[in-house]
């Protein structure tokens, strides 16, 4: 049965960093595309970063471009999302996703123009001082 697991959520001040690691189990890792979303009280889940199942391609959203890197290492089947420079406004629920895919779909599952079906229980981020 397919699993995500989030982990390495946290409090943290303005201007420090977090890396948050998906743990995939169930299913075979390099077959799916991974994504990294989000969602604050009261707004609308959003996509933060999403990357192929080979790694080879990336999207990040415009409000955290610069600042975060996804990446996976299919052979610990985990998925990294490492946030720097965190903001008040990035305080959120973070969840991971995965979609089974052999073209890369990073940008479509981060627009959540695609279904997605899988989901993590979510970490909490709360950037506060």
């Known amino acids: 049965q397919l699993q995500l697991v989030e982990s390495g959520g946290g409090l943290v001040q303005p201007g420090g960093s977090l890396r948050l690691s998906c743990a995939a189990s169930?299913?075979?890792?390099?077959?799916?595309?991974i994504g990294w979303f989000r969602q604050a009280p009261g707004k609308e889940r959003e996509g933060v970063s999403c990357i192929s199942s080979s790694g080879g391609n990336t999207y990040y959203a415009e409000s955290v471009k610069g600042r975060v890197t996804i990446s996976r290492d299919n052979t610990k089947k985990t998925v990294y999302l490492q946030m720097n420079s965190l903001k008040p406004e990035d305080t959120a629920v973070y969840y991971c996703a995965a979609v089974p895919a052999s073209i890369s779909i990073a940008q479509a599952m981060c627009l959540m123009t695609i279904n997605i079906d899988s989901w993590g229980q979510g970490t909490q981020v709360t950037v506060s001082s």
């Open positions: 169930g299913f075979t890792l390099g077959y799916y595309a």
